[in-house]
């Protein structure tokens, strides 16, 4: 929205300085952190006096959980609408990258929502059928799959580029659309699974999130492009906006939900955000590198179907309890040191993923 101040500059006064994406990058980052910090706890007493009982607890939890019963959730409601609010403000909006991220994180967010309204309301860990989130999400991802072919190079369409070997494109044709949704389902229902634990999931996605966004200004500078050897895709630079929302919404809401948690994300946010960061990385055509960036999600998910499959193959358990930081739990780890060493595992993902920008 603030991007028309550039029509009022004379290309050497303060309005020049909106057509940097860098500048309303940060101007993203301190609105939503704002937005945070004013609004978190009044959303929080809302969502406390609405919720009475607040999440329900799995009675099959770990032990150490019940002392958290009665803390609302929906908290990602606060990270949603301070990234909405900076990315509109900040971003330009006939940007369609912006547009196609915006779309599938407040679609997810929707899902999120509804999900959590019938956990609370009905005071049980059920939800929306597990069918019909992923009947929707591939609904939404498949959309978002075929918008971002429309806008990519026509090079690109339909091409699955690989990291290291830059040369080399796989020409996916139709069954682009399929993968790209696989990627952002898989992504928001990873980041789901994580969200297990006091800020166990908001450090990480904020710094996937800031690995995305740099991958995401590389490859929208042609410039950048030609010295780092990978595919350039118009446009993309303007990512780099919403992620700063991201984290500036991240970081005010991990001020509540800091241990002890006085609010949880919920479905609402983690989906929301899963689903964002694998829009991101279809836009950006950098899917595989993904998987490393988030390899800390993909092995939060990796574990709860080894569980699953194992289980009912054996009748035997692989992890004392899945996902794979409630196994540590189980083991005796305690709480803080899970999320800290967690959060640390994701910094070392994320910079690997930053590398393969340049080696090849």
């Known amino acids: 929205m603030l991007y028309w101040l550039t029509e009022l500059s004379d290309g050497g006064d303060f309005f020049n300085l909106f ?13 939503a952190l704002i937005f945070g910090f004013l609004f978190g706890k009044p959303l929080i007493n809302v969502l406390r006096r609405k919720q009475g009982k607040g999440q329900p607890i799995r009675d099959d939890g770990p032990e150490g959980h019940f002392v958290k019963a009665g803390t609302p959730t929906m908290g990602g409601l ?11 403000m900040w971003a ?12 599938v994180t407040m679609s997810f967010a929707a899902i999120g929502f509804a999900d959590d309204f019938a956990k ?6 059920a939800g929306v059928p597990g069918k019909v989130r992923l009947l929707l999400g591939f609904l939404i991802s498949g959309i978002a799959g075929y918008w971002a072919t429309m806008y990519h190079p026509e090079t690109l369409q339909n091409q699955l580029a690989l990291p290291v070997f830059k040369d080399t494109l796989l020409y996916l044709g139709y069954f682009f659309i399929p993968f790209a949704m696989i990627v952002i389902v898989g992504s928001a229902n990873a980041v789901n699974l994580t969200d297990g634990l006091d800020g166990l999931a908001i450090m990480p996605v904020m710094i996937a999130a800031g690995a995305l966004g740099v991958i995401a200004y590389a490859v929208g500078r042609v410039d950048f492009t030609s010295y780092l050897d990978v595919h350039y895709v118009p446009g993309t630079g303007e990512i780099l906006i919403f992620v700063a929302g991201l984290i500036g919404g ?18 609402t946010g983690s989906l929301a955000l899963g689903g964002a960061l694998g829009a991101i990385a279809v836009a950006t055509k950098h899917e595989i590198v993904w998987a490393v960036i988030g390899g800390l999600f ?13 289980f009912k193959r054996t009748g035997k358990r692989v992890f004392l309890m899945a996902p794979i930081h409630h196994h540590y739990e189980k083991k005796g780890w305690a709480e803080p040191q899970i999320v800290i060493r967690f959060w640390i595992i994701a910094l070392i993902l994320a910079m690997i993923g930053l590398a393969t920008l340049k080696v090849r």
Do not use: C, H
């Open 78 to 88: 606060l990270i949603v609408g301070a990234l909405l609010t900076s990315t509109v």
């Open 19 to 31: 057509r940097y994406i860098t500048f309303r990058a940060g101007g993203a980052f301190m609105t």
């Open 92 to 103: 330009r909006l006939d940007n369609p990258f912006v547009w196609l991220v915006l779309f």
């Open 298 to 310: 993909v092995v939060e998910a990796l574990s709860v179907i080894i569980q699953v499959l194992y």
């Open 120 to 125: 609370v309301s009905k005071q049980n860990t």
């Open 250 to 267: 991240g970081l005010g809401f991990l001020w509540y939900n800091a241990p002890p948690a006085a609010v949880f994300m919920g479905d």
